[in-house]
C-alpha cells in the first residue's frame, strides 16, 4: 500500500469479478422469488442441470442463458456474456487521490481517499485487520475526517472500533438504518441523508441511500467516482438482507439513482474491481 507524502502515485486495482453466472442466476431467481425447480419448468431445462448451474458446476449455452434471462428479468445478451465468461470491466489507472486493501481475512475493499494539498482523508469501509488502514494514515501527513460505512455487515464495519482509537478526531458516517447493528463503534455517528453532502477539503462527499443489501445501503460519491459498498458490483448486484426494502428496490437503487451518475464515473465496489457507469450501463444483466 502506498503512501501520500504529497507526491502521490496513481494505482491499479486488478481483481476477478465477484459473482460468477451462478451468483448471477441464483440472485435473481431469489429476487424475483422463482424456484429452480419453476425455472426448469418455464424453460424447459432440466432442474439438476439449472442447480449446476447456480453451483458454477456447469456452464450454459448460450440458448439456456436466453431461456432464463426472458424468465428473470435479465438481459439476454448481458447474461449470455457471463455465462460465456466474455466480459470484465476494463482495467484502468485510478486517480492518486485514492487507495484500496483487500480488507483481510475477508475479501472485501477498503478504500482510502487522501487529499494531500489540503491534508485530509476519508476511509470507506474498514473492516478485517485495521493495521494497515492505520499505520498507512498515521505515516501520512493528513487529518482523518471520516469513517464512511457503505452498510453494516462486519465485512464492511469490524475495525471500525480500532480505527476510530486511532482516529478520535474522525467521524462515523452511516445510515440510520444501519446504525444499531454496527453497536457502539458507531456511536455519534453523523447519518445519512439521501442528497445530503459532507465538506472534504475543498470540495464535498455527496451522499446516496441505495437500499435494497440492507435496509440502509448507501452509496459515497466523490472526485468522478462512486462507492458503492455491496448494492453494485462490476456485472451484478448484492444480495437481499433487507428487513423493509427489497429486490425492486435494490433494482430501482442502481437503475434511477447510481445510473443517473456520468457514464464515465468510477464504481469503486464492496467486493471484486473497479467498473465504470458507462460499463455497467452495458454489460450488467440486471440492468
Not at 82 to 100: A, C, I
Not at 153 to 182: G, M, Q, S, T, W
Amino acid at each position: 500500500m502506498r503512501l501520500w507524502n504529497g507526491a502521490p502515485s496513481g494505482m491499479r486495482i486488478v481483481i476477478g469479478l465477484e459473482d460468477t453466472f451462478g451468483d448471477i442466476v441464483g440472485k435473481a431467481s431469489a429476487g424475483v422469488k422463482v424456484s429452480a425447480e419453476a425455472l426448469g419448468s418455464r424453460t424447459g431445462i432440466a432442474t439438476a442441470r439449472l442447480k449446476a448451474f447456480m453451483a458454477d458446476q456447469q456452464k450454459p449455452t448460450e440458448d439456456e442463458a436466453r431461456k432464463i434471462a426472458a424468465e428473470l428479468g435479465l438481459d439476454p445478451a448481458k447474461l449470455v456474456d457471463s455465462g460465456l465468461e466474455r466480459w470484465k470491466p476494463q482495467t484502468r489507472d485510478l486517480d492518486s487521490k485514492f487507495g484500496h486493501q483487500i480488507n483481510e481475512p475477508y475479501p472485501s475493499n477498503g478504500y482510502f481517499i487522501v487529499e494531500p494539498d489540503e491534508r485530509v482523508a476519508a476511509f470507506v469501509d474498514p473492516g478485517g485487520s485495521p493495521e494497515n488502514i492505520v499505520s498507512t494514515l498515521r505515516k501520512s501527513p493528513v487529518s482523518v475526517r471520516y469513517l464512511l460505512l457503505t452498510h453494516k455487515h462486519k465485512d464492511h464495519v469490524d475495525a471500525l472500533a480500532e480505527v476510530r482509537r486511532a482516529f478520535p478526531e474522525a467521524r462515523v458516517v452511516i445510515h440510520r438504518n444501519d446504525v444499531a447493528a454496527v453497536g457502539a463503534p458507531a456511536e455519534g455517528a453523523i447519518g445519512i441523508d439521501d442528497g445530503g453532502t459532507l465538506p472534504f477539503g475543498n470540495s464535498e462527499i455527496r451522499l446516496m441511500h441505495t437500499p435494497g443489501h440492507t435496509d440502509g445501503s448507501s452509496c459515497f460519491i466523490y472526485s468522478g467516482t462512486v462507492f458503492t459498498g455491496d448494492t453494485l458490483f462490476a456485472g451484478s448486484v448484492g444480495r437481499l438482507f433487507g428487513d423493509r426494502f427489497g429486490y425492486s428496490d435494490l433494482m430501482h437503487s442502481v437503475s434511477k439513482k447510481i445510473f443517473a451518475l456520468p457514464d464515465d464515473t468510477v464504481v469503486f465496489p464492496g467486493h471484486g474491481p473497479p467498473s465504470t457507469i458507462g460499463e455497467e450501463k452495458a454489460h450488467n444483466p440486471f440492468f
